[in-house]
């Protein structure tokens, strides 16, 4: 078992470029769960999904777009990227649908930089 | 607004020490306390909370969650170095969507 693996671990990009964060869990997972993390802020919740073909917002999702094709993958956009979006992703998986199993399973991160 | 608040956002201890660190939480839908520790990468998972009064332990770390002052501590005795870390606070929400509103974190530091 992988459990939550994120594509790619670092990337820099120029203000006004977009690009596709991939997450994917082999843990047979229903909910998913986009966070970002920076210095003094803790996780914020980006977007989520609780299934196949569902997202929600979350706290922080402006500036973002999500699609969950695909019960093991839930991809982050950056249509536009701008300065403000340098930070570092987290990707999460859970089965928060069943009672006892709702602990989020974090992937290593994926470190972006937008000049 | 949903709210995590940890204390102290910082600490710095000698090995063999014991540290208690703190969460206070305001949750609308509230179902649990999570706690995770963050070094260089993912958050792992150290304990969820769901009863109040009821400690949970696993080796040198505890946590025991009180719902009524809503509030929750993590307790590591005999801290080593390879305690330091940041360790995340998280209420989780219930009602579809079971999601997770961190604390800032604590940043631990234990030195030799």
């Known amino acids: 078992n992988a459990g939550v693996t994120q594509t790619p671990k670092f990337r820099v990009l120029k203000t006004g470029q977009s690009m596709t964060l991939l997450c994917a869990q082999d843990?047979?997972?229903?909910?998913m769960y986009w966070y970002r993390q920076d210095p003094g802020m803790g996780l914020r919740l980006i977007h989520y999904?609780?299934?196949?073909?569902?997202?929600a917002k979350g706290e922080v999702p402006d500036g973002y777009n999500v699609s969950r094709l695909k019960k093991q993958n839930f991809l982050l956009g950056l249509e536009s990227a701008a300065p403000s979006q340098t930070s570092v992703y987290f990707c999460?998986?859970?089965?928060?649908?069943?009672?006892?199993?709702?602990?989020?399973?974090f992937g290593p991160g994926t470190r972006l930089l937008v000049l | 607004e949903d709210k995590v608040v940890q204390s102290p956002l910082s600490l710095v201890v000698h090995e063999g020490d014991t540290v208690t660190l703190n969460c206070s939480y305001e949750?609308?839908?509230?179902?649990?306390l999570l706690w995770y520790k963050q070094e260089k990468k993912a958050p792992t998972f150290l304990f969820m909370l769901?009863?109040?009064?009821i400690e949970k332990k696993s080796g040198r770390l505890s946590s025991i969650l009180d719902k009524k002052e809503l509030f929750s501590i993590l307790n590591i005795t005999a801290t080593q170095t390879g305690d330091s870390a940041v360790y995340l606070c998280?209420?989780?929400?219930?009602?579809?969507?079971?999601?997770?509103?961190f604390g800032k974190g604590t940043k631990l530091t234990v030195n030799p």
């Open positions: 769901t009863s109040s009064g």
């Open positions: 998280a209420g989780l929400t219930q009602g579809g969507s079971e999601k997770l509103v």
């Open positions: 999460a998986s859970s089965n928060g649908h069943l009672a006892g199993q709702e602990t989020q399973y």
């Open positions: 949750v609308t839908n509230f179902r649990s």
């Open positions: 843990m047979n997972h229903e909910y």
């Open positions: 999904s609780v299934g196949e073909g569902t997202t």
